[in-house]
């Protein structure tokens, strides 16, 4: 069983900074892209930013330049550092690894989710 842990969710005012975290335990061979995603109340989930085990990333536009998407292999650990907050990245952010199990196969896997909410 693999379980993902996130921390550092909480209020922060507009233009203020976070800093999410999401720790890998159990036992697997490795892990791929991960990646961290958010839903705001009544919205779809949407795709924040990803970053494979070469340490490449992406983000989506309005995103860009403000978070930073980055991992420690030894830790196992998956972070997102947000800066310049705006009340409309308000959501839940949620974390998935892409893992390679114990019998080498792929597996998706997704943390609990940490709440953000930008207001002043």
């Known amino acids: 069983q693999v379980d993902l842990v996130e921390s550092g969710g909480g209020l922060a005012q507009p233009g203020g900074s976070l800093r999410l975290s999401c720790a890998a335990s159990g036992s697997f061979v490795s892990i791929g892209t991960m990646g961290w995603y958010r839903q705001a109340p009544g919205k779809e989930r949407e795709l924040v930013a990803n970053i494979d085990s070469g340490r490449s990333t992406a983000y989506m536009d309005s995103v860009k330049g403000r978070f930073t998407i980055s991992r420690d292999n030894v830790k196992n650990t998956l972070y997102l550092q947000m800066s310049s907050l705006k009340p409309e990245d308000t959501a839940v952010y949620l974390c998935?690894?892409?893992?390679?199990?114990?019998?080498?196969?792929?597996?998706?896997?997704w943390g609990q989710g940490a709440l953000v909410t930008v207001s002043s």
């Open positions: 998935k690894a892409n893992v390679i199990t114990t019998r080498y196969r792929s597996l998706g896997v």
